[in-house]
């Protein structure tokens, strides 16, 4: 199994105001009906094709999974859930027309947020304009809880941009790595990865040598000027923000140049990316995920991995697993709500404990970030119970070296 690393704040601080909520803009009238009968429809906004698909597909899977079984069950409040999914392709203003649409046409309950920091900087923009819930469990910017512009309609399920780094920083100080080069993609949410993981190694004490830094574009057909560019430096290790269809590419083409045997290599492989590598998987290669359901050991969690496999013929991914956790914060909102009005939710889940079958979580009332857990470990040739080649469990850190705390503008 994977040592998970938890990289969240300790006590939530404050409970938000009833006067923070309030402003102007409008939330459709749907969404504060608590009568029974109907339904009522929540979209998700994911990118299920182009370079985010490999991200975007399997939340969007995890999502059905879970409405399928509140409707069979009866719904929530007495009313059947309708999903809605809308592609973004991971594009910014895609994404802002179908956020708008979400809103004005389908009249979302919530929103389920895309799979990039660009598509949800505009995504939150709507959710805050329109007073409607947004959860993120994939685009993980800090920025957008750490803001002075604060959206209370806007709630992140997945370790951040502070939290995520800081469990590779970890790794490189107890291995002492300290010739580094980093490469992310060229976007907000690649530069802040970097800043966070620089940052972590700062506040640790490690006193590294930047030797270089890449910024392919997200998509980039290949990746071979900046492998050559990587192992020109001779560095200790490298850090790598690059995910998805992007780092199965790279990981390809490093193979070739035999980079993992030059260097070590820090990275988002996953599930997905594991089952898709097979034997090509970097062994050796330290791997980083949001949510390793496959390190759980919980008849649950596979009971939940078997259905999922059953239905969609893959196993889930981290993103399956957030996404679940993500909407069983809101359905856990709305129960103690009593309402689906997005501002009482956001009340009623500001600093609030959810219960998942992965283990529960809680939400810091003072800027909505989730305390999840980032897992991480070695990744390994000898096959998990579910088929696909898994980490080795190599690394972990106790709560309080790696508490953060809330942002000090909260």
């Known amino acids: 199994m994977v040592l998970k690393t938890k990289v969240g704040a300790g006590a939530a601080l404050a409970l938000l105001s009833t006067g923070l909520l309030a402003g102007c803009g409008s939330t459709p009238s749907s969404t504060g009906s608590s009568s029974t009968g109907g339904t009522v429809t929540i979209v998700s906004l994911r990118g299920t094709s182009g370079p985010t698909a490999s ?8 999502l059905q999974i879970a409405v399928n079984a509140i409707n069979a069950k009866g719904g929530l409040l007495g009313k059947k859930i309708k999903l809605a999914f809308l592609n973004t392709q991971g594009s910014p203003n895609l994404a802002t027309s179908l956020a708008r649409q979400a809103v004005l046409t389908d009249h979302a309950a919530v929103m389920f947020g895309g799979v990039s920091s660009g598509d949800g900087v505009y995504e939150e923009a709507v959710a805050k304009k329109y007073h409607t819930l947004l959860f993120s469990y ?3 910017d800090a920025v957008f809880t750490r803001t002075s512009d604060f959206t209370p309609y806007f709630f992140s399920i997945v370790p951040n941009t502070n939290m995520e780094p800081m469990a590779s920083a970890l ?3 107890k291995e002492g790595w300290t010739r580094i080069y980093t490469i992310s993609p060229n976007y907000n949410y690649g530069h802040a ?3 966070g993981f620089l940052a972590a190694l700062k506040k640790l004490g490690v006193h590294y040598t930047l030797l270089g830094q890449q910024w392919p574009a997200l998509g980039a057909p290949n990746f071979t000027s900046n492998i050559t560019a990587i192992l020109a430096a001779h560095p200790q290790a490298v850090y790598g923000g690059i995910y998805g269809s992007d780092l199965l590419t790279f990981t390809k083409e490093a193979e070739g ?3 993992f045997k030059k260097t070590h290599f820090a990275a988002q492989y996953g599930s997905i990316d594991l089952q898709t590598l097979g034997s090509a998987a970097p062994v050796g290669a330290v791997g980083f995920a ?5 390190t759980l050991n919980s008849p649950k969690v596979t009971a939940w991995a078997k259905q999922y496999h059953s239905k969609y013929g893959t196993y889930p991914s981290s993103y ?10 809101w359905v856990q909102g709305v129960k103690k709500a009593h309402s689906f009005n997005s501002t009482k939710v956001s009340q009623a889940l500001a ?5 998942t079958l992965f283990g529960n979580y809680a939400i810091r009332a003072c800027d909505h970030q989730a305390e999840v857990p980032e897992y991480i470990g070695v990744v390994s040739s000898k096959p998990n119970p579910y088929g696909f080649d898994g980490y080795s469990p190599t690394y972990n850190a106790s709560w309080n070296n790696i508490k953060q705390g809330c942002p000090a503008n909260r």
């Open 171 to 173: 790794v490189f100080k």
């Open 193 to 195: 990865e970097v800043q």
């Open 320 to 329: 399956s697993m957030l996404g679940t956790m993500a909407f069983d914060a």
């Open 55 to 62: 991200l975007g597909v399997p939340g969007n899977n995890a």
């Open 257 to 259: 140049y035999g980079f």
């Open 290 to 294: 949001r949510g390793g359901w496959w």
């Open 138 to 140: 994939t685009f993980n």
């Open 351 to 355: 600093g609030d404990t959810i219960s």
